[in-house]
């Protein structure tokens, strides 16, 4: 079956553009995760959906970023204002879990690789 | 609240052991592993549960110390495959979160 899939898998914008990218989860999962990674760094945690709905969002640094999955499947990512500092790569990873007490395995994307110039 | 793994780098040859560990200044619910290749996704490895209860491949092996808030991966007999850089998971919190994951401890296995 089909994995997590991202897409564009590269960005390149300039300073003070507005970005979207889009996640496509694994069919049935109902639980997403939004990561960015830089380079040498674990992956850092910006978002997560359980269904339709922000459970966390406590990862986002700043108003300039948004996110949303209005339909409890593909979620988008969106960047107001991009500076140099947001260059990374932004992970997308699902999970089958509906809820409970513990995150259960993750299926990550290949990611969005973003670069602010 | 991010984990802090150690060591940073690990260097082997193939069959040698090596051992990742994985702290904590927060109480734990639960520890993760993952491996993530040069230039690909991670990939799961383990779960590791408070009271014991463990998900994972069968060729890996961890270890979870609740009241120290500390887990260690242990890759023994290693082969070139296991190259890759691995990052433990932490919950934040019971109710099931996200993870946060470390800044990883990067192994290098040659022949």
């Known amino acids: 079956g089909a994995g997590v899939s991202q897409t564009p898998s590269n960005k390149v914008t300039e300073k003070g553009k507005y970005v979207e990218l889009r996640c496509d989860p694994i069919s049935g999962h109902t639980a997403l995760y939004w990561y960015r990674q830089s380079l040498g760094q674990g992956p850092e945690f910006l978002i997560y959906f359980q269904g339709t709905g922000a459970a966390d969002d406590s990862g986002l640094p700043n108003d300039r970023f948004f996110a949303v999955r209005p339909e409890g499947s593909v979620s988008t990512l969106k960047i107001q204002r991009t500076e140099r500092g947001d260059s990374a790569v932004y992970l997308c990873?699902?999970?089958?879990?509906?809820?409970?007490?513990?995150?259960?395995?993750?299926?990550f994307g290949e990611g969005s690789r973003l670069t602010v110039l | 609240q991010q984990p802090v793994q150690s060591p940073q780098a690990v260097i082997l040859r193939e069959g040698e052991d090596a051992v990742i560990n994985c702290s904590s200044s927060k109480a734990l619910y639960s520890v993760h592993w993952y491996r993530q290749k040069h230039g690909e996704a991670p990939v799961f490895l383990m779960i590791l549960l408070k009271g014991g209860e463990q998900k994972g491949h069968e060729k890996i092996s961890a270890s979870f110390n609740e009241k120290k808030q500390q887990s260690s991966l242990y890759l023994t007999a290693s082969q070139l495959s296991y190259s890759g850089t691995y990052f433990c998971g932490t919950e934040r919190r019971q109710a099931g979160t996200a993870l946060i994951f470390g800044k990883g401890t990067t192994l290098s296995v040659s022949s």
């Open positions: 990873a699902s999970s089958p879990l509906a809820g409970g007490f513990n995150t259960g395995e993750l299926f």
